[in-house]
Nanobody, 127 residues
């Protein structure tokens, strides 16, 4: 069965960096669209970034554009989210999600199309 496991979260000072990992098992990574989402306490889960089937396209929320990067390693069946120049408002539980979406040239940064979710990893950015 398809499983997603996030790791790499932690506590850093504002301006610091983290790299989150989404380990994918049970399904070929090349056939999946992968999204990253986050949820702060008391707030709705929101889209952060995504990478399309085959890795050919990416997208980012405006709030993180220019600071975050998404990448994948097919050999390791993993998707990474690089978080740079972290701000306090970036804090929350970060989730990766997968969908079997039938297109290669774009990906959605909203929750609806994603069917499978990991357990989340905590990110804190405060002084």
């Amino acid at each position: 069965q398809l499983q997603l496991v996030e790791s790499g979260g932690g506590a850093v000072q504002p301006g610091g960096s983290l790299r989150l990992t989404c380990a994918v098992s049970g399904f070929p990574l090349d056939s999946l669209t992968i999204g990253w989402f986050r949820q702060a306490p008391g707030k709705e889960r929101e889209g952060v970034s995504c990478i399309s089937r085959g890795g050919g396209a990416t997208a980012f929320a405006q709030s993180v554009k220019g600071r975050f990067a998404i990448s994948r390693d097919t050999a390791k069946s993993a998707v990474y989210l690089q978080l740079n120049n972290l701000k306090p408002e970036d804090a929350g539980v970060y989730y990766c999600a997968a969908g079997q979406l039938g297109y290669n040239n774009h990906c959605p940064v909203f929750l609806g199309p994603y069917d499978y979710w990991g357990q989340g990893t905590q990110v804190t950015a405060s002084s």
